[in-house]
Each structure stands twice: as structure tokens, then as C-alpha cells.
Nanobody, 121 residues
């Protein structure tokens, strides 16, 4: 059974940092691209960052470029998202996902349950 379990969310002030983690199980982690998505109330789920199966290629949505860093450890089956210089508009539920490389939610087959990130001004 595929499991993606996010952790590390919480509340932070603008300008602060948070690190999200995703633990994967039940499938061959190293064969899938991974991504972080987020969804704020009343808005569509958007791709934030993605990383290729081997970890050599990364892509970010423009709004987080230079502030967020996605990484993975294929030996530990984990995916991370380091979020720096947080802004109130980063407030959302964050999800990790496994699938094909890209920032389109339709490219992803497996999803976690999400972890909440709240940034106050």
C-alpha cells in the first residue's frame, strides 16, 4: 500500500523558515518524480516544486523561486522542502506527490494527506 506522510508544517512569521518532509512507502521511491503542491482555501491546488527521480532536475513555480528548495534522499525514501523568507501568501495546505516530472497535478499518481503551513504578517 502506497503511503506518503507529510510532516513539518506549522505557524511561522513572515520572513521565517520551515522545513517540510515527506516519508514514502509502498512503492519504488527512486523510480518516481516527486513534487510539492499547495492549496489555499478557495484556490486550486498548484505545483510548488518538483524533482526528478534521480534528483538532478528541479523546477519551481515562479512565486517561490529563490526561496524554496526541494530535495530528496532515495536511500531513505524521503522528500523535503526547505522554505525560507516565508510570506503570508505561502499559507496553504502542502501536499507531497509521486508521479511524472512537472508541476501539473494531473501528472501525479500518489498523494499524501497534507500538512498545514500558516504564515502571519
Amino acid at each position: 500500500q502506497v503511503q506518503l506522510v507529510e510532516s513539518g508544517g506549522g505557524s511561522e512569521q513572515a520572513g521565517g523558515s520551515l522545513r517540510l518532509s515527506c516519508a514514502a512507502a509502498g512503492y519504488t521511491f527512486s523510480e518516481y518524480s516527486m513534487a510539492w503542491f499547495r492549496q489555499a482555501p478557495g484556490r486550486e491546488r498548484e505545483g510548488v516544486a518538483c524533482i526528478s527521480s534521480g534528483g538532478s532536475i528541479r523546477r519551481y513555480v515562479d512565486s517561490v523561486l529563490g526561496r524554496f528548495t526541494i530535495s530528496r534522499d532515495n536511500a531513505k525514501n524521503t522528500l523535503d522542502l526547505q522554505m525560507n523568507s516565508l510570506k503570508p501568501e505561502d499559507t496553504a495546505m502542502y501536499y507531497c506527490a509521486a508521479g511524472r516530472f512537472g508541476l501539473d497535478r494531473n501528472q501525479y499518481e500518489y498523494w499524501g494527506q497534507g500538512t498545514q503551513v500558516t504564515v502571519s504578517s
